[in-house]
């Protein structure tokens, strides 16, 4: 039995005498998944440019109440504001539709009203999730809690949607 440090120079050898008369290329290509470290702090500047950039993350669960309607109220944010959006006090200044669109374009559309909101000095703005599958209904609640900006949030008056739109009530910058 030969050993293998026999058999590598044999087959490098016959490598050798194969690929003789041949010269070494250039690599020309880059890999689709590939992408720089600058490529990728690029994009995400561009993102943020945009204000597409989102906090959302998908494994974090935020403590939501399960009975009654869907609601939130920031730790540091009187209860009685996801009262007066149940009531109707606050009237929407601004709409998002999330029908019709996957869980990521929607994370980027209620990244960019939140972003938009904050310009425009908009306090209160109504979340279009619909019904269907409930994929949306039971996501877009678990973002909303995890932005800095969301005071609070309630299932919206039947005038704005009922169970299938939320009012969100968002701190202005001083």
């Known amino acids: 039995m ?12 016959l490598f050798r005498e194969a690929a003789q008369g041949t010269r070494r290329i250039k690599q020309d290509t880059i890999s689709p998944t590939y992408r720089s470290v600058k490529q990728k702090a690029l994009a995400r500047q561009q993102r943020e440019d945009l204000g597409l950039a989102h906090p959302f993350s ?27 959006l149940r009531r109707g006090d606050y009237v929407p200044d ?10 990521q374009q929607a994370k980027l559309e209620l990244a960019a009203l939140l972003e938009a909101c904050r310009r425009q000095h908009i306090r209160c703005a109504c979340v ?14 678990m973002w909303l809690a995890q932005h800095p900006d969301v005071m609070a949030f309630h299932q919206a008056p039947k005038e704005w949607g009922g169970d299938s739109a939320l009012l969100v009530l968002i701190e202005l910058a001083p």
């Open 2 to 13: 030969k050993k293998k440090d026999e058999l590598d120079e044999q087959d490098k050898a």
């Open 58 to 84: 998908d494994s974090f669960e935020p403590h939501l109440s399960d009975d009654g309607p869907m609601r939130y109220v920031r730790g540091d944010v009187s209860s009685f504001e996801a009262k007066r």
């Open 94 to 103: 601004m709409l998002l539709d999330l029908h019709g669109l996957t869980q």
């Open 128 to 141: 279009m999730h619909g019904h269907g599958k409930h994929i949306l209904k039971q996501r877009v609640p």
